[in-house]
C-alpha cells in the first residue's frame, strides 16, 4: 500500500505481453454474440444478391435472355457486364479478371451477372433461370497440360547460383522423377459476403469479410468510376480468411457495390457454401520434374526443379505465390548448384489465390520428397540426411537468392525435439511393430521448417494505427489488420496495454475501417501482428511520452525514470493512477491520441534477377508424426504428433499454440484427405461438405504435443516475437512423410512410393501396389 492506501504493484513484475491471455473475442464467440457481416441489423429497404455463374469452362458467349429472371418472384432488377458504371475488373495486380464475364466465360462458375430480389432465397433462385447460349472453345485443365500449351498468366521465372549442370554430372548419385502436390480449399466457417449502403453524395459504405480492406475500397471505387474518398469499407471479424478473403473479396464487393449503386438501395450477397466454392480460387496445386545430384553420405551437390502450378484463368496472386514458392525450395538446406524454374499455367478452372503459407508449403515439399528419396536410396534415416544438409557452418548460410541466413537455429531445435519426442527409439519400435504386422504398417518421420516472414512486395510491409485515451484511462485502438480469428486484435491490444501501463481490459480494438487508417496492406503474409503491433506500439509510445513529460511537470524528475506499469505511473517517487494522470493532462490540453506508423526496414528484392533480402527473418520449427496404415483399405491415422515451434520472444503463447495446432490439422489436410476434382467439362465436382473432406474432430491424434522454441528474434520485431501465421502449415509434411515411410516399409524400404498429395485412401492403395510390382519385378 502507499500513503494513500492503493494497492501498488512494483512495474518490473508486470508484463501485458509475452504472458497467455484468451483471444479477445473468445466469450463472444463462446456466446453466439460475436457480429460477423451478415449479423449486422439489416437497414430498412435492404434487398438480396445471388450471382448467375457460367456452366462453360470456355466458351464466347452468343446470347443472354433474361426475360425469365426478371420474371421470377420478387425479382428487382438484373446487372450484367454493360450496366458496370466504371470498371469491369477485380484483379490485385494484372487487370485481367472481371467482374462480370464479357464476351467469354473462362470457367465453370464465372458469374456472367447479378440478379437483385427480395429476399436471398429468391435471389438464388432466379439467378438459375437465366437462358444463356455458348459456343464452346478449347479447354486447359491441368497445369500439366498448360505447360504442355505454353498456355501462362505470366512468363515463366528462374532463379540459378553456380553451374547446376555440371555438378550434377559429377556427382556419384542422381535422383530423378516427378511429384504432384495438389490443391486445398480454403474452407472458412463464414463464406464470402458483402453488404453495400449507398451513402449521401455518391458516397458507398461496404461491410464485408476481407482480408484487405483498402483493396476492396480501390476496386469499388474503380468499378463504379469514383474515387476513394467516396468509399469506406470496414470490417470487423471474419469467420475465417486462411487467403481466400485476400483479394477475392473483391468480386463480391464490387457486385454488390454496382448493384446498390443501381438500385440506390443496401444490397446483401452472401455466397452459400456450393457457389462460394464455384466462383472462388484456391491453393494452387504444383506439378514438379526434379533431378537432384549427391554424394555417398547423402549431402546434395546439386538440384534443379521446374514447377508448373494451376493458376487458373487470371493472374490474381499467382505471380507472388509463385515467386515464395522459389524462395522456399531450399527449406532448411544449403544448396550450392541449383536452378529453381516455375511457371503459372494458365487454364480454365477458378483463379487460384493466396492461401496460409503463399507458395512457401508447395516450393517446400518438393526438396523434402527428394531428401526422403535420397535416404532410401542409401539407406539411411532421412533425419540424418536432413542434418547433413541443414544451413550452417563455414559459407553454407547463403540462400540461393542471396539473402543471408544470420538467425539459424534448426540444428539446436531439431536435436531438441528428436530427444522430446524419443524419435530414435521409436524408429526401432516402428521397425519392430512392422515386422510383426502384414496388414498395419507404422511409419514415423521428423520434418523440419524455414520460413521467410515479409510479403515478397517490399512495399507492402507497412502499417498504420491510431490510438485514443480518453479522458476516463480508457484506450481505443484502431489498426490496419483485420481479425480472422487468429488474434491480432488480441496481441496488438496487449501491446498497445503494455506501452501505456495498464491492464488490457483497459484497451478495446475496433473495426478496421478504412476511413480510419488509410491505404492498409492485407493481413496475410504471416505479417499482421508484427507490422500493425509495431504501428500501434509507436502511436502508444508517442503517447506515453507526452503523458511522461507532462509528469514530470506536476512532480519533478527526470522522463527517462517515469514508469508506466499495473494501471499506475511511477514518477520521482510518486505513485499515480494512470487514469488520474490522464484527467489533469486533458485539463493541461495535453494530445491524448496519436497516429502510429512502421515500415519493416532492410527489405530488398529485384524480381529480374530473383535476388535481394526479401524476408525481415525466419522461423523455424520440426515435427515428428508416426501413423499406422491398413495396406487393405489405404486408410491411415495420425497416433502421435510431436512439434517445436519457434515463435521467438511469444507475445501470447496461448494464441500461439493454438495456431500451431490449428495449421497443422489444416496442413495434414492438404496433405492427406482434401482432393478436389474436376470432371471432363471443367465443373470443380467437390464443391461441397458432402464430397469435400477436411480433417474432424477424429482425424487429430490422440497424443498431440505442441511446444514453443524458447528464443529470442534476432531481427528487431515486435518484443522480438517471430510469426506463427503461416509456417507451422507446413509441419505436417511430416504426417505425409510418415504415410510414405509406412508404404515403404511394404517393400523393406527398399523401393521409393511414387506418392503424390493429398495422399487420400486411393492414392495410399496405388503407391502400395507399385511397391509391390517393382518388388516383384527385382525378385
Same mark, same amino acid.
Given at each position: ?18 504472458? %497467455? ?89 464465372? %458469374? ?11 435471389? #438464388? ?32 521465372? #528462374? ?110 450477397? #452472401? ?6 466454392m464455384l466462383v472462388t480460387g484456391k491453393r494452387h496445386c504444383f506439378h514438379y520434374d526434379y533431378e537432384v545430384g549427391y ?103 547463403v540462400t540461393p537468392y542471396g539473402q543471408v541466413v544470420i538467425d539459424n537455429v534448426i540444428g539446436a531445435l531439431v536435436a ?160 499515480? #493512477? ?202
Amino acid at each position: 500500500m502507499n500513503d494513500a492506501g492503493v494497492p501498488v504493484l512494483k512495474e518490473a513484475a508486470w508484463r501485458a505481453v509475452g504472458v %497467455p491471455r484468451a483471444h479477445e473475442s473468445a466469450a463472444l464467440h463462446v456466446l453466439g454474440q460475436a457480429t460477423y457481416t451478415d449479423d449486422i441489423p439489416e437497414l430498412q429497404g435492404t434487398v438480396h444478391g445471388a450471382l448467375g455463374l457460367s456452366g462453360k469452362a470456355h466458351a464466347r458467349i452468343v446470347s443472354t435472355d433474361f426475360a425469365r429472371v426478371r420474371a421470377a418472384a420478387g425479382v428487382l432488377a438484373v446487372y450484367a457486364v454493360g450496366d458496370i458504371p466504371g470498371l469491369n475488373d477485380c484483379g490485385p495486380i494484372i487487370h485481367d479478371d472481371p467482374v462480370f464475364a464479357d464476351g467469354v466465360v473462362m470457367y465453370v462458375g464465372q %458469374p456472367i451477372f447479378i440478379v437483385v430480389a427480395e429476399t436471398h432465397d429468391q435471389a #438464388r433462385r432466379a439467378a438459375r433461370l437465366a437462358d444463356i447460349v455458348y459456343e464452346e472453345l478449347p479447354a486447359i485443365l491441368t497445369p500439366q497440360a498448360a505447360k504442355a500449351a505454353q498456355s501462362y498468366v505470366l512468363p515463366p521465372m #528462374r532463379l540459378a547460383r553456380g553451374e547446376f549442370r555440371q555438378a550434377f554430372e559429377q556427382a556419384p548419385h542422381k535422383v530423378k522423377g516427378e511429384l504432384y502436390v495438389g490443391g486445398q480449399e480454403h474452407f472458412y466457417l463464414e463464406g464470402q459476403i458483402a453488404y453495400a449502403v449507398p451513402k449521401e453524395d455518391k458516397g458507398m459504405l461496404v461491410l464485408c469479410s476481407t482480408q484487405h480492406p483498402s483493396e476492396m475500397q480501390h476496386v469499388v471505387a474503380h468499378a463504379l468510376g469514383l474515387h476513394s474518398h467516396n468509399i469506406v469499407v470496414e470490417c470487423r471479424r471474419m469467420g475465417g480468411g486462411f487467403g481466400g478473403k485476400e483479394s477475392q473479396s473483391a468480386l463480391w464487393c464490387a457486385a454488390a457495390a454496382i448493384a446498390a449503386f443501381k438500385l440506390k438501395r443496401p444490397v446483401k450477397l #452472401r455466397a452459400d457454401r456450393d457457389d462460394d466454392m464455384l466462383v472462388t480460387g484456391k491453393r494452387h496445386c504444383f506439378h514438379y520434374d526434379y533431378e537432384v545430384g549427391y554424394d555417398g553420405d547423402g549431402r546434395i551437390a546439386a538440384a534443379r526443379v521446374d514447377m508448373v502450378t494451376r493458376a487458373g484463368y487470371s493472374a490474381d496472386l499467382s505471380g507472388p505465390v509463385a515467386t515464395r514458392a522459389v524462395c522456399h525450395f531450399d527449406n532448411t538446406y544449403y544448396l550450392s548448384d541449383v536452378e529453381i524454374l516455375a511457371a503459372c499455367g494458365k487454364t480454365n478452372t477458378q483463379s487460384n489465390t493466396a492461401f496460409r503459407g503463399f507458395g512457401g508449403p508447395q516450393g517446400a515439399i518438393a526438396i523434402e520428397y527428394v531428401i526422403d528419396e535420397i535416404a532410401r536410396n542409401l539407406g539411411r534415416d532421412p533425419l540424418d540426411i536432413r542434418r547433413l544438409n541443414f544451413y550452417g557452418g563455414e559459407g553454407r548460410n547463403v540462400t540461393p537468392y542471396g539473402q543471408v541466413v544470420i538467425d539459424n537455429v534448426i540444428g539446436a531445435l531439431v536435436a531438441e525435439l528428436e530427444a522430446s519426442s524419443d524419435y530414435r527409439a521409436r524408429r526401432e519400435d516402428v521397425a519392430a511393430f512392422n515386422r510383426a504386422s502384414p496388414v498395419l504398417r507404422k511409419g514415423l518421420a521428423l520434418t523440419p521448417v524455414k520460413f521467410g516472414i515479409a510479403f515478397n512486395v517490399t512495399h507492402l510491409n507497412q502499417a498504420g494505427a491510431l490510438v485514443h485515451v480518453y479522458v476516463d484511462g480508457s484506450i481505443l485502438v484502431n489498426h490496419g489488420g483485420t481479425e480472422m480469428g487468429q488474434g491480432i486484435n488480441t496481441k496488438v491490444m496487449q501491446v498497445v496495454a503494455h506501452e501505456l501501463g495498464v491492464d488490457m481490459a483497459h484497451v478495446r480494438a475496433t473495426a478496421t475501417d478504412t476511413s480510419k487508417v488509410a491505404n492498409t496492406s492485407a493481413t496475410a503474409a504471416s505479417t499482421g501482428a508484427d507490422l500493425n503491433g509495431k504501428a500501434a506500439q509507436d502511436a502508444a509510445r508517442q503517447i506515453r511520452e507526452r503523458l511522461a513529460a507532462y509528469a514530470v511537470k506536476l512532480y519533478g524528475g527526470d522522463v527517462e525514470a517515469v514508469r508506466f506499469a499495473a494501471d499506475m505511473v511511477f514518477v520521482n517517487g510518486h505513485e499515480v #493512477r494512470f487514469p488520474e494522470l490522464v484527467q489533469k493532462a486533458y485539463l493541461a490540453r495535453v494530445q491524448l491520441w496519436s497516429d502510429g506508423y512502421y515500415a519493416t526496414p532492410g527489405l530488398h528484392w529485384d524480381p529480374v534477377t530473383m535476388s535481394g533480402n526479401p524476408f525481415s527473418y525466419f522461423v523455424y520449427g520440426a515435427a515428428v508424426s508416426e501413423v499406422v496404415v491398413d495396406t487393405l483399405t489405404g486408410e491411415f491415422k495420425l497416433l502421435r504428433a510431436d512439434v517445436l515451434y519457434d515463435a521467438g520472444r511469444s507475445l501470447n503463447p496461448a494464441i500461439d499454440i493454438g495456431q500451431v495446432e490449428g495449421a497443422f490439422i489444416q496442413g495434414m489436410g492438404w496433405m492427406t484427405t482434401e482432393e478436389l476434382w474436376w470432371n471432363e467439362g471443367g465443373k470443380l465436382m467437390t464443391h461441397a461438405p458432402s464430397t469435400y473432406k477436411i480433417p474432424g474432430v477424429s482425424d487429430c491424434p490422440d497424443d498431440f504435443r505442441v511446444a514453443l522454441y524458447n528464443n529470442s528474434n534476432a531481427t528487431d520485431s515486435i518484443h522480438r516475437s517471430k510469426a506463427v501465421g503461416e509456417p507451422p502449415l507446413l509441419l505436417p509434411f511430416s504426417v505425409f512423410f510418415a504415410i510414405r515411410d509406412a508404404v515403404s516399409s511394404v517393400g523393406g524400404h527398399k523401393v521409393n512410393p511414387p506418392l503424390n498429395a493429398p495422399a487420400t485412401s486411393e492414392e495410399i492403395l496405388n503407391a502400395i501396389a507399385a511397391v509391390e510390382a517393382a518388388v516383384a519385378q527385382g525378385a
